[in-house]
């Protein structure tokens, strides 16, 4: 039986179950209420009316209020930790530039290292040409990342599944130091099926030994946050990262962005009373996802060799909101659980990349700012005039826009649409619409030619850029 001065130490002290703590407090408030009524009377204390005697219960309450805060956990807004990940295993020139860009503009780098895929429940690794030359050069901080494709077990501490895993971990540690390359730490990517995380304790026990003292990070999912093995699986790490963005697997109601703000948010908290250091993991990217007529899913196309789904697959694209996620690193940045230490943004912007953020994107959102949203309509030449539209903004989103141009005088002898385009007319103005129901994909800094006019004679025009098909009187 717990003495008075234990139930005292349980109830104050951060951290710990928080069940445990709360049946503490509980206890202590009863004993307060019971000291305090065998507590005699001040008989120095004079009060003019009844109004102003002290409640002896107002006290308990004021006790269990201060006990109760107590168990909330901490708001932290220190500066926001926030770095990229790199998922490409081959390093293109590309790849390195987009690399050294990271090291001005963000904390660190993780870069995937090794990628075990299988054959059956065979393992075999696919290792990442890393340029250790370009690593080396930067100044932040750099891990790197060991993936592991899905895998539903068996998992055991000897097995060719077990040793491969702990065998590449200790490679990519080993190259680093060949190479004198300083590591962070490295992170354990592993999408496990939440009922397997007993078995998963198995790896991670293995890799924490194997690579000791290096840090060890693992990334887990918000599915992990409610099973009974999650404390302990993070436990055996320093680290973990929770990627709050997915593809559905099942069967679709509309939901068209990788990640929801409102859910992550809740996931966030939830995290946080763990107790335990963690980042957050956000998307950049965008893809297409095929879904068979039952809702499920087929497979996934990004940059890269799209799979070829068969007839009837339902085709959903799936994107970033740059503007929901800036809101949310704005909030984090200014209020979150102590525990969430950073960001990590799947992926690095790299040029060749088509489903992807560029840096006037990724830079906004990081910042907390909401993109500049800036498509202008310019003209080149008198009479045939060309159209073209430019992004000058900051902004990379699909827009179903329209270019309406207008004129006072002059009669319209001849006009085209370019590719992707379509033209109406009507009297004293064009319309010119993106043709496509994906919207206009128009990076910062790009432009696009959409068509020309050629009129009776010289005219001054004015042009005007929407995201909707006004309609003709």
């Not at 971990?169 to 130091?177: F, G, K, M, N, P």
Request: contains cysteine; glycine residues 6%; neutral net charge.
């Amino acid at each position: 039986m717990p003495t008075e001065d234990q139930e005292e130490k349980r109830a104050l002290t951060p951290g710990g179950n928080r069940k445990k703590r709360i049946l503490a407090i509980n206890v202590l408030i009863r004993r307060k209420k019971a000291d305090l009524a065998h507590d005699p009377p001040d008989e120095h204390l004079h009060w003019s009316d009844d109004s102003q005697m002290p409640r002896r219960n107002s006290i308990a309450v004021l006790f269990a209020c201060a006990l109760l805060a107590s168990c909330r956990p901490q708001s932290s807004d220190k500066p926001l930790f926030q770095r990229g990940y790199l998922w490409q295993r081959d390093w293109t020139p590309a790849v390195a530039a987009a690399v050294t860009d990271a090291d001005r503009q963000m904390d660190g780098v993780v870069a995937l290292g090794t990628e075990i895929q299988w054959n059956s429940v065979k393992p075999y690794p696919v290792r990442a040409n890393l340029s250790w030359e370009t690593l080396k050069r930067l100044k932040k901080a750099v891990a790197l990342a060991l993936r592991i494709d899905p895998y539903s077990g068996p998992f055991a501490e000897h097995d060719l599944a077990a040793s491969t895993i702990v065998n590449e971990a200790t490679r990519l540690i080993q190259e680093a130091q060949a190479h004198q390359l300083e590591l962070s730490e490295l992170q354990l990517d592993f999408d496990c099926p939440q009922k397997k995380l007993e078995g998963y304790k198995i790896w991670v026990h293995l890799v924490r030994a194997a690579i000791r003292p290096l840090k060890l990070v693992l990334t887990t999912l918000p599915t992990w946050l409610d099973e009974p093995d999650f404390p302990d699986l993070i436990g055996q790490s320093d680290e973990y990262v929770l990627q709050v963005h997915s593809i559905p697997t099942g069967h679709q109601t509309g939901r068209e962005v990788l990640c929801d703000p409102a859910r992550a948010r809740t996931w966030v908290i939830k995290a946080g009373r763990l107790g335990r250091p963690f980042e957050v993991a956000l998307p950049t990217y965008r893809c297409t996802a095929g879904y068979d007529p039952f809702g499920k899913l087929l497979g996934v196309a990004m940059d890269g060799v799209a799979p070829l789904f068969p007839p009837g697959t339902r085709l959903l694209e799936f994107d970033s909101d740059a503007d929901a996620l800036a809101r949310l690193v704005n909030d984090w940045r200014a209020a979150r659980p102590e525990q969430l230490k950073g960001l990590i943004w799947y992926r690095l912007p790299v040029s060749t990349d088509r489903q992807n953020w560029c840096w006037p994107t990724m830079i906004a959102v990081t910042e907390g700012r909401i993109p500049v949203h800036r498509l202008e309509v310019s003209r080149q030449g008198d009479n045939p005039v060309d159209l073209s539209m430019a992004n000058n903004g900051e902004a990379d989103v699909p827009v179903n826009c329209t270019v309406t141009v207008t004129w006072k005088k002059g009669i319209l002898i001849a006009s085209d649409a370019l590719p992707g385009w379509k033209l109406r007319a009507a009297p004293g103005r064009v319309f010119f619409s993106w043709n496509s129901s994906h919207g206009l994909r128009l990076p910062p800094g790009s432009k696009i030619d959409i068509g020309w006019l050629r009129y009776d004679r010289n005219l001054p025009l004015t042009l005007q850029v929407s995201e909707s098909w006004p309609a003709i009187q």
